[in-house]
């Protein structure tokens, strides 16, 4: 009898993935996340306050799922009792009325009113969120992948059938129709529909489902085939969504599957970009950036500083001891999230992976391709010079509107270190075409279709030893030297809380600075910007 049930014991061991089986870092990361979480959580309510401080008292839908997942990892006390609570809150909030168009999704927050009703109208990405599907939708997978026998049998059932109605729901979303944005390049919520699709159809034996989300993946897939990256490139956060779906794509789908066949290369691949545009002594990843939530990774919290903790530890990632404190800081939530995955996307890579994470070994130059259609009208180009104080990125493109996608592209940015911080300048999108050509310690920048009009404004840090500027020469840490057929003589504005004629960007608050052309200019805006760190 004994070694009979010593393997059974060993079965069970195995199959929950517990933190005692984590890594001293990943067992930090998800128990100061919990320990969090645990403070924001309203066991009355059965969800989670909303994590933007300030919102009197309401709760929130999507951040509650997240810890649920936590809680049931954790096990321990009334955990499982309270993650069963807030399953049954979150999946009470989901829209079931399939004629709409918000069909499968979640309720933002409980208190909200009904969506589409009289004097609340239904408005894609503010009322209700397509993505929140997705985002809800994986963490429910991981949950009966991972914790399923914790659960009861009907909260299983209730699981799987909230899945069928996320599926179906995230089915009706097509880029450019009735506001919505989806798109095969859309990475992040693109790669989480195929997985949810891909596995709600396997598991309720809906071969219609199944081959919806194989053909979706295949389509991203062809995509990434085309330069070897994903469409939504390089976003601290975004990224970490990305390589979050795709570990989900690798582990969690049959061989016959074309995300378990391509997951672990574009995995692979993705986090070797990620290995060349991380900067270990800045804690940043250099730009360009497709999407962002701040212009320091060390001042907000980012999806990609989690899995730097959890793969180099808290204090090489980007985060401070108290992430709750920085900016964008409810995407701590994400902790559990990311403990419970880190171990699984470590496998589909190669072994010390990480370990050029450390240190900062060698100037170099990264370029790479990147292709976002329909709002890319040619493949972008990208080239980013690191050096051990300075980093320059930029890209090349010709797009339908300015700003990209999401109107959050950064083409240009600059990083250095001074004594007292991560200093950066990034150039403000002004219009759809820009060539940017970048060597050490040098960009050129030109708007082929610009015109007398054209701009080059660029946004740049404060500095804790200089805080009142006149001009670029009061620049901390760096001399830059422009020239060009700009007008010489541009002009400087501060952003602030408190005054200064712009407000802050990403709470982010910032000095401008704005070459415009001269009069009766024509011909290519041109301007070129040299780097010097004191
Ligand atoms: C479902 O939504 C449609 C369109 O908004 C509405 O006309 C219908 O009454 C709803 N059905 C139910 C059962 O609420
Ligand atoms: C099959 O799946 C597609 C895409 O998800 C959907 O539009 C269609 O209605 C489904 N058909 C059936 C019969 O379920
Ligand atoms: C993508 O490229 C891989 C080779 O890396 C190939 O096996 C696969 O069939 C391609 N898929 C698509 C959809 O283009
Ligand atoms: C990027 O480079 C390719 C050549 O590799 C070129 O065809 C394309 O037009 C370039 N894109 C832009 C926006 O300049
Ligand atoms: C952008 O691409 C479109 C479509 O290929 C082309 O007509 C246009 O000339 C391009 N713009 C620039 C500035 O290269």
Redesign the pocket.
């Known amino acids: 009898m004994l070694p009979y049930l010593w393997v059974l014991v060993s079965i069970c061991a195995t199959t929950l993935a517990t933190p005692s089986s984590w890594s001293p870092d990943v067992q930090q990361l998800f128990g100061d996340s919990m320990k969090w979480l645990d403070m924001n959580y309203d066991s009355k309510d059965g969800y989670l306050y909303d994590l933007n401080t300030q919102e009197a008292l309401r709760h929130e839908t999507r951040s509650s799922a997240w810890y649920a997942l936590g809680l049931l990892a954790r096990n321990e006390n009334n955990d499982v009792a309270e993650a069963e609570k807030i399953i049954g809150n979150v999946i009470g909030g989901q829209f079931k009325?399939t004629?709409?168009q918000w069909y499968g999704t979640y309720q933002k927050y409980p208190e909200e009113p009904e969506v589409?009703s009289p004097l609340y109208a239904a408005k894609i990405y503010s009322s209700w969120d397509p993505n929140w599907r997705g985002f809800v939708g994986t963490t429910f997978i991981i949950i009966l992948e991972e914790y399923s026998e914790l659960l009861s049998a009907e909260t299983q059932q209730l699981i799987l059938d909230s899945l069928v109605h996320t599926a179906i729901g995230d089915s009706y979303r097509n880029g450019g129709q009735n506001g919505d944005n989806l798109y095969p390049s859309y990475s992040n919520p693109a790669i989480m529909r195929a997985f949810v699709s891909g596995w709600v159809g396997r598991k309720t034996n809906d071969q219609n489902m199944t081959s919806a989300g194989e053909t979706y993946a295949n389509e991203i897939i062809a995509l990434f085939n085309k330069t070897d990256t994903l469409s939504e490139f390089n976003s601290a956060t975004y990224t970490g969504v990305s390589v979050f779906g795709l570990t989900l794509w690798s582990s969690y789908l049959p061989e016959d599957s074309a995300m378990s066949q391509m997951g672990p290369v574009m995995l692979q691949k993705t986090w070797d970009a990620i290995s060349q545009l991380w900067h270990p002594t800045m804690k940043n990843m250099a730009g360009p950036w497709d999407r962002t939530y701040g212009y320091d990774m060390n001042r907000y919290v980012s999806i990609m500083a989690l899995w730097f903790w959890a793969y180099l530890g808290r204090d090489a990632s980007s985060l401070i001891n108290q992430p709750h404190l920085m900016s964008h800081s409810p995407d701590y939530a994400w902790g559990p999230l990311v403990a419970v995955l880190a171990d699984t996307q470590a496998k589909h890579l190669p072994d010390n992976f990480f370990n050029q994470f450390k240190t900062f070994d060698k100037e170099r130059t990264f370029t790479a391709q990147a292709y976002y259609p329909p709002y890319d009208l040619e493949i972008r180009n990208l080239t980013t010079w690191m050096s051990e104080k300075l980093t320059i990125g930029g890209m090349s493109y010709n797009q339908t509107s300015v700003g990209g996608p999401a109107g959050t592209t950064n083409p240009v940015v600059v990083q250095w270190i001074t004594d007292q911080e991560i200093a950066f300048l990034t150039l403000r999108p002004s219009e759809k075409a820009l060539q940017a050509e970048v060597s050490p310690g040098k960009v050129v920048l030109s708007y082929p279709s610009g015109n007398a009009d054209s701009k080059f404004q660029f946004i740049a840090t404060t500095f804790k030893g200089r805080k009142t500027l006149a001009g670029i020469k009061h620049m901390q840490g760096i001399s830059m030297t422009p020239s060009g057929n700009i007008n010489m003589a541009y002009v400087t504005k501060f952003a602030g809380d408190n005054g200064g004629e712009l407000s802050p960007s990403n709470t982010f608050e910032y000095w401008s600075f704005t070459w415009s052309m001269p009069s009766g200019f024509t011909g290519v805006p041109q301007l070129t910007l040299e780097f010097e760190v004191s």
């Open positions: 009325n004629t709409q589409g």
